[in-house]
């Protein structure tokens, strides 16, 4: 694969090494931030490298079960931008450039680590001034699939285009003042291009920005697990899967009859809910986090929360918003109690007293979401070296 | 001319936890309803709650929350519900927010529903304990003796209450409704009522339902006392058919030959679960079918024939 360089990345990256060399990188403020932050290395002191032939993020060619009409009706691609190759290109660049946060310390990749699904494998994320976070990042795997195309644990965000700037500007997050990033961003001169190839228009604005970063969220879809190719083989998802164990067969049955009503309504291709749950984490309606009832002050919302994708959830742990429970066996074991008596909790959440052996059967289900092509697919990885 | 392309048994899956509600149209057409809203377990938190909640963050105790009091992500609800300008929420303007919160985003082309125990919508003991025997995913011979003695045992359960409930409605329904009435027994017994739901110049639409039988008995427009009195039996019915403890635990015994230790625990515990489902909201897909006129089309999937589909559609209604 041939790869471009942009020329002046090349001579950033000699200005970081004379730094290492002489000793300077570490008196160096922004270096020294990344360096207590825990950060990436900055942007500008790498390499991008891109393939000549954009990889391919458009035209998926998916199995049936996501070409259905009740599976594709949760697709939330707006008309007026759709995935290109090109643009999500530009978006894989702009999702791993630090230069997005306000000390060119961290970027979106930082936080949300490919090899673990696109979460944070710690609990919370270390801002771009070394802040914690209160909450996991949450994973981006499928994030075209969820129909209402509201997004964060408490549903703030509208749709994609609207959401992926409010991290780039939030104070402890990533801090970057959204009017300076066009600016920013102009400076390199490869980021023109992109930005031709993606939309046309080499005119870097905030808004085409959050349109590419869109695209490239929409991009990662993953389809290719264990589950899938069993189910394109399958009469049905109820039917015992060919390429299954006796035991991940078992698991599938119990999660289609305790799980699915959640986490794989009205189709069988995204394990999304469609609705933010309360799910009895907390008793106390006053001090922990109140989920989407913050942002709507609605009281039934109280304590509710959306919920990724359950595929590859083998890797996002830690779960849940606050990332409370650090493994799966938690997570059934708190859906195997009932959990908490918190008013808003939904009905749905019953005692479910799972046997040691239906808890091994789930999770070994569970991993049958894992899909390994994707989680080290090179078109969804730090293009910068 | 009607051409159906039954993809039920893709559909099973789901039908297992989903469920609709029809009603008549005043030219008694059935009707295909859909409802929305969260099931909960009939507690919310109150409006008092959330102003307690948002008064939690006032750092200072100036009886207002300003912006920069707030998380970050909460800081728009200043600019929502700040009515004097004041940049900060007294404890009435938080309590105006709570009472008339953001209209709910709709959901394209699909339908939220609401929850409740299967039991109380209709779903059968028997499709409960048979799914559980599912579940264990059994060697084909085992799954067949322990079938067999499931079975019969759940005969010799309901058998009585559905005859004493048949012979209470005898009284109270038209031979029609009576006819009406055992099938939506039968079929409630037998696995999944299936409908196709259409109006001239719509798009068919097959939809997934629980034979209700208290939503049957609602439908005949009984007379008050007799619709109530159709309802208690309906009530003695449910209580006389489940299966309690005692019950549980003989059929564990019974079957003790023919499961392991692992197996009857998995067993025991799925018994003891109660069946949660979809009983607000109806799902459909599109059909591919050519209907003329209006139609509902029934259908009744035994959910043991998968190995060898029994699947059967057959009208019920049409006015072409």
Excluded at chain 1, 218 to 227: A, E, I, L
Excluded at chain 2, 155 to 182: C, G, I, N, R, V
Excluded at chain 2, 260 to 277: G, H, I, K
Aim: proline residues 5%; hydrophobic residues 40%; contains cysteine.
């Amino acid at each position: 694969m041939n790869a471009r360089v942009p020329g002046g990345l090349v001579l950033m990256t000699a200005w970081a090494l004379v730094l290492c060399a002489t000793g300077e990188w570490a008196s160096n403020p922004r270096a020294h931030a990344a360096q207590r932050a825990g950060a990436a290395v900055p942007s500008t002191a790498r390499t991008l490298r891109l393939p000549e032939v954009p990889y391919r993020y458009a035209n998926l060619e998916l199995p049936l079960h996501f070409t259905q009409p009740a599976a594709q009706r949760f697709d939330n691609t707006p008309a007026d931008n759709p995935t290109t190759d090109q643009g999500a290109t530009l978006g894989r660049v702009l999702f791993y450039d630090t230069r997005l946060s306000a000390n060119d310390t961290i970027s979106c990749g930082s936080c949300h680590v490919q090899a673990h699904a696109f979460v944070d494998p710690n609990r919370f994320s270390r801002g771009f001034e070394g802040g914690m976070t209160d909450r996991h990042a949450m994973s981006l795997v499928n994030l075209r699939y969820h129909p209402r195309a509201r997004f964060f644990w408490d549903e703030r965000g509208g749709n994609l285009e609207a959401m992926v700037l409010l991290p780039v500007e939030n104070r402890l997050e990533m801090g970057q003042d959204l009017a300076q990033l066009p600016g920013i961003l102009a400076r390199d001169a490869q980021y023109p291009g992109l930005f031709r190839e993606a939309f046309g228009d080499s005119a870097i604005t905030q808004e085409a920005v959050a349109r590419a970063l869109a695209q490239f969220l929409r991009s990662m879809v993953s389809y290719q697990s264990k589950y899938d190719e069993g189910r394109a083989k399958a009469r049905s998802t109820a039917a015992d899967f060919e390429n299954f164990t006796l035991q991940e067969n078992r698991g599938k049955a119990l999660f289609l009859r305790h799980c699915s009503l959640c986490h794989l309504a009205d189709q069988e291709a995204h394990f999304v809910m469609v609705e933010p749950v309360n799910t009895g984490l907390d008793e106390d309606t006053r001090r922990p986090d109140g989920g989407v009832g913050d942002i709507t002050l609605n009281p039934r919302d109280v304590g509710r929360f959306k919920s990724p994708s359950l595929r590859n959830v083998e890797f996002t742990a830690p779960y849940m918003h606050d990332g409370r429970f650090s493994g799966l066996e938690a997570v059934l074991d708190h859906y195997s109690s009932g959990g908490r008596n918190h008013p808003n909790k939904d009905v749905r959440i019953q005692p479910l007293h799972f046997t040691d052996s239906e808890k091994a059967a789930l999770i070994a289900f569970l991993k049958t979401l894992t899909d390994r092509k994707f989680l080290a697919d090179p078109k969804f990885s730090d293009p910068f070296e | 001319m009607r051409r159906v392309h039954v993809v039920l048994l893709t559909l099973l899956s789901f039908a297992a936890t989903a469920s609709a509600q029809t009603t008549e149209s005043p030219d008694g057409k059935k009707l295909f309803v859909a409802f929305s809203g969260i099931g909960t377990l009939g507690t919310r938190v109150s409006p008092d709650e959330v102003v307690a909640r948002l008064m939690s963050f006032d750092r200072n105790s100036d009886g207002r929350v300003a912006r920069e009091e707030l998380l970050e992500r909460m800081q728009d609800l200043v600019a929502r519900g700040d009515s004097d300008s004041d940049g900060a929420l007294d404890a009435t303007e938080i309590r105006r927010l709570a009472i008339t919160p953001p209209a709910a985003d709709p959901v394209r082309g699909l339908q939220i529903g609401h929850y409740s125990f299967g039991g109380e919508v209709g779903f059968s003991s028997r499709s409960h304990i048979e799914g559980a025997l599912d579940d264990l995913r059994l060697a084909d011979s085992t799954r067949d003796q322990a079938l067999a003695l499931v079975t019969g045992f759940l005969d010799t359960l309901e058998s009585p209450a559905s005859a004493t409930l048949l012979k209470e409605m005898e009284s109270l329904l038209t031979p029609e409704q009576l006819a009406d009435f055992k099938v939506a027994l039968t079929s409630r017994d037998l696995g999944r009522d299936l409908r196709v739901f259409s109006s001239a110049g719509s798009t068919p639409r097959l939809v997934a339902v629980a034979s209700d039988l208290a939503a049957h008995i609602g439908r005949y427009g009984l007379p008050p006392v007799q619709n109530q009195q159709a309802h208690a039996a309906l009530g003695r019915f449910t209580g006389g058919s489940r299966i309690g403890h005692a019950e549980r635990s003989a059929l564990l015994d019974q079957l003790k030959d023919i499961l392991s230790d692992e197996e009857r625990d998995n067993f025991r515990a799925a018994l003891e679960r109660r069946p949660v489902v979809k009983a607000g909201s109806a799902f459909g897909f599109p059909l591919d079918v050519v209907l003329r006129g209006d139609v509902v089309l029934s259908g009744v999937v035994d959910r043991r024939s998968e190995k060898a589909p029994r699947t059967k559609l057959f009208a019920t209604r049409h006015a072409d």
